[in-house]
């Protein structure tokens, strides 16, 4: 019962941004600048939210995001473009084809721990961008051209989609495994956990939401061409996660905003907006290493602390 | 006849390799840290080089050793500011560190200097022998010297010297070696210093090998270079030499056979293959994790 109501409340808060932001937009007091950066914004949300999974909850350090996003992206522009198809199957085939890529590149990494993880899918990360620079199909280096499709509603949509998946899964009885494996793997294992079964799904479920995640963006910047998913881009996405909090999901959504607000008014100056993320990066890390909110969320905040004491760890 | 050519340019870049992989190796045997800042060091040094030819008029010996020593003097402050604090910190938070250390680097020398590239001078005279029908230029041949020099020394100063005693100590057991009165903190400087200068040196080699040289050249080259070490095993000083070699043949070969977009992608199929099945690497043993 108290479930249901917390869904129906998060619904109803969900609901009402929506409806004020639309507002907003149809009576134009929000330009096309502030709708793009709304977009923007809803595209990190997933894609930190989607890499939260991994790297938060179930502690698998992933820093090759950008390389599912890269295949979202593709896929969905070979969908809506060479296919002519619809733009919300192409987000579903975006979605379905880069947890695929996301089952093939899990399987034989998640065996490896810490750095050799972090190296192996920065690896795989590079390899799917070669293999899109090779492809004369899509356009290899010069890129593919795509309609903007994307608006503020269907990147919305997407967004309360990936919320609800990811929250209720990370609340799940599968969820709660892959905290146990983040807190200690060999004790998690002690305990009858199929490890690399929960790390394979929580990794599988990250990279299909980087996929749509993917398709919202090839649809709103014209163009896609490899070199947009290199690194660097997984490094933005990297930093939403570990600003926000190893462990947050309100963190990462606070930071992806934070973050691409920053960013944007940073846009003619991206030395200086890459100097400020390496320095938070840093700084983050050497006198806040567990983040803006830790493993806390923002609801903890207006619980009251007797009530959390009583719920001990539900709310991780 | 071709393919001596082309093995001796695998040689040349192998060489490469591995003088940044040996930085990379030594580091992680010492602290456990993938140095990912390790590249751009590669990268000053290859500056330092350029700046000390062109602008100092020096020729090729000084402003090697130049870079050499502006490398270590960086590796060593990077050292102290910013991983020194994170030694009992999670590998995690001290690999973001490394990934935010290494951007912070290539973006103030692109705030500072601007992004364009630059053209290496000409400081060695070139020519060209001609062994077995191949045409060697003079300047791989004195790579090669240089690389397997640096080699020898490097050799040298681990198994010989007093320090190279203490930094096997320090990778071995941290506590201990702190127990027998080996100042951990130095030994550790001293193999951020090491290392660096080996990664300056390579810049320097990269810059006269390639002629063209941008602030962001130390990316890819670093990543190989890692990959070399993991190949060899990483922590284990001969393993990143040979890594390194064979990383520069297999690239060299694959570019050679018509394949040289491919040519990244098999530096990283190679790294995954090894690490699924060899994560140890070539020379390493296997270590059995305890609880």
Not at chain 2, 27 to 46: Q, R, S
Request: proline share 2%; with cysteine.
């Amino acid at each position: 019962m108290k479930m249901i109501n917390r869904f129906w409340k998060f619904m109803l808060l969900a609901i009402i941004i929506y409806t004020i932001i639309q507002l907003l937009i149809t009576t134009e007091v929000f330009n096309l600048f502030y709708t793009n950066t709304l977009i923007t914004i809803a595209i990190n949300i997933i894609l930190a939210v989607s890499l939260h999974l991994v790297i938060g909850i179930t502690g698998q350090f992933s820093i090759g995001h950008a390389g599912f996003l890269a295949v979202g992206a593709y896929i969905s522009a070979i969908v809506t473009m060479k296919l002519a198809l619809p733009f919300p199957l192409a987000l579903f085939a975006a979605g379905v084809i880069a947890a695929v890529a996301g089952l093939i590149v899990g399987i034989p990494t998640l065996r490896l721990r810490g750095d050799y993880l972090a190296i192996a899918t920065l690896g795989f990360a590079e390899i799917i961008r070669i293999i899109f620079l090779n492809i004369d199909y899509v356009g290899g280096a010069a890129g593919m051209v795509v309609s903007r499709t994307t608006n503020w509603t269907i990147s919305y949509i997407c967004l309360l989609i990936t919320l609800i998946v990811i929250i209720n899964f990370t609340n799940s009885r599968h969820g709660r495994a892959c905290v146990a494996i983040r807190e200690n793997e060999i004790a998690a294992d002690a305990m009858g956990i199929n490890t690399t079964y929960y790390k394979v799904v929580a990794f599988v479920i990250g990279s299909f939401f980087a996929g749509i995640a993917g398709g919202l963006y090839a649809h709103n910047f014209y163009i896609i061409q490899p070199a947009s998913f290199g690194f660097l881009k997984s490094f933005d996405i990297l930093i939403f996660v570990v600003l926000g909090g190893l462990g947050s999901l309100s963190g990462a959504v606070l930071s992806a905003i934070l973050l691409t607000i920053v960013s944007t008014f940073l846009q003619d100056y991206a030395e200086t907006r890459m100097i400020i993320y390496s320095l938070i990066l840093i700084l983050v890390m050497l006198y806040r290493p567990q983040g803006l909110m830790g493993t806390r969320e923002i609801t903890d905040f207006f619980t009251s602390r007797k009530k959390n004491a009583l719920k001990g760890g539900e709310n991780l | 006849m071709e393919w001596i050519q082309q093995f001796f340019n695998g040689i040349s870049l192998g060489s490469i390799y591995a003088l940044i992989a040996l930085g990379y190796t030594m580091v992680y045997g010492i602290i456990k840290l993938i140095n990912f800042a390790h590249g751009d060091v590669f990268m000053i040094g290859a500056f330092t080089g350029f700046f000390a030819i062109s602008v100092l008029n020096l020729s090729f010996l000084p402003a090697l050793l130049l870079a050499m020593i502006v490398c270590a003097i960086l590796g060593v402050t990077i050292e102290r500011i910013a991983y020194k604090r994170l030694r009992n910190s999670t590998r995690i938070a001290a690999l973001i560190t490394a990934i935010g250390v290494s951007l912070l680097i290539e973006y103030i020398f692109i705030y500072f200097r601007g992004a364009q590239p630059e053209a290496y001078p000409e400081v060695l005279a070139k020519e060209t022998y001609n062994i077995f029908g191949a045409k060697i230029s003079s300047q791989s041949v004195l790579i090669l010297c240089v690389t397997v020099i640096l080699m020898i020394l490097l050799q040298f100063i681990v198994h010989r010297s007093k320090i190279g005693k203490a930094m096997r100590a320090v990778a071995y057991d941290q506590d201990a070696a702190k127990l027998m009165g080996i100042n951990v903190d130095n030994t550790i400087s001293i193999t951020f210093a090491i290392g660096s200068a080996l990664a300056g040196a390579a810049g320097v080699i990269f810059g006269i090998y390639y002629t063209k040289i941008d602030p962001l050249m130390g990316i890819i080259p670093g990543l190989k270079a890692f990959i070399a070490a993991v190949l060899g095993g990483i922590g284990i000083i001969p393993g990143a030499m040979v890594g390194g070699f064979l990383l520069g043949i297999v690239e060299t070969v694959v570019s050679a056979s018509g394949f040289s977009l491919w040519r990244d992608a098999a530096a990283f199929i190679i790294l995954i293959l090894i690490l699924i099945f060899r994560p140890s690497g070539i020379f390493g043993k296997n270590a059995k994790e305890k609880v």
